[in-house]
């Protein structure tokens, strides 16, 4: 069963919370259009997100918190326009296809998510390598890794 949901409504919508889904799907008929940010994105196993990238981008772009959990089909963030960019504690667990977090053709740039404070990461196996800019990211306080074996080293 899919789950319509209407992104671009909802003007006042803080926080968003969807999880035990098997397909996400945008109700495209509302333009896409910038709202104000949402503070808490929290989207935990979604085995299909079917939002095009550019209303992804607009919607959940900057949210303060954002989670994503149990994604089994997850293979990149950008694919589906969601990045670390613009978060402050961000949340990534159990998604076993996800090798980067970033975009395969551009390494995140220091000055772009240099607000991050929190980063956990999970149960990630084929994650194999973070972003070469974590050691530029002079706001991270917490930074929690576990259980990602592809993992062997960061900066
Ligand atoms: C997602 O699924 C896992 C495993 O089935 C479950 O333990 C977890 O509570 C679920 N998460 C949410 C937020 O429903």
Redesign the pocket.
């Known amino acids: 069963m899919s789950l319509v949901v209407s992104i671009s409504s909802f003007l006042l919508l803080c926080e968003l919370s969807i999880?035990?889904c098997a397909e996400l799907v945008d109700d495209c008929s509302s333009p896409a259009k910038e709202v104000s940010p949402l503070q808490t994105l929290s989207l935990?196993?979604i085995s299909k997100f079917n939002i095009p990238a550019d209303r992804t981008v607009l919607r959940f772009g900057k949210s303060e918190h954002f989670e994503i959990?149990?994604w089994e089909e997850l293979a990149s963030l950008s694919q589906h326009g969601l990045s670390l960019v613009g978060h402050r504690f961000i949340t990534v667990w159990r998604c076993p296809q996800l090798q980067s977090l970033e975009a395969e053709e551009a390494e995140l740039q220091p000055d772009k998510i240099s607000r991050v404070e929190s980063l956990k990461i999970a149960s990630c196996d084929r994650l194999n390598r973070l972003p070469q800019v974590l050691h530029e990211l002079t706001f991270l306080t917490v930074m929690e890794i576990q259980g990602c074996r592809g993992l062997v080293s960061f900066a």
């Open positions: 999880s035990g935990s196993n959990d149990g």
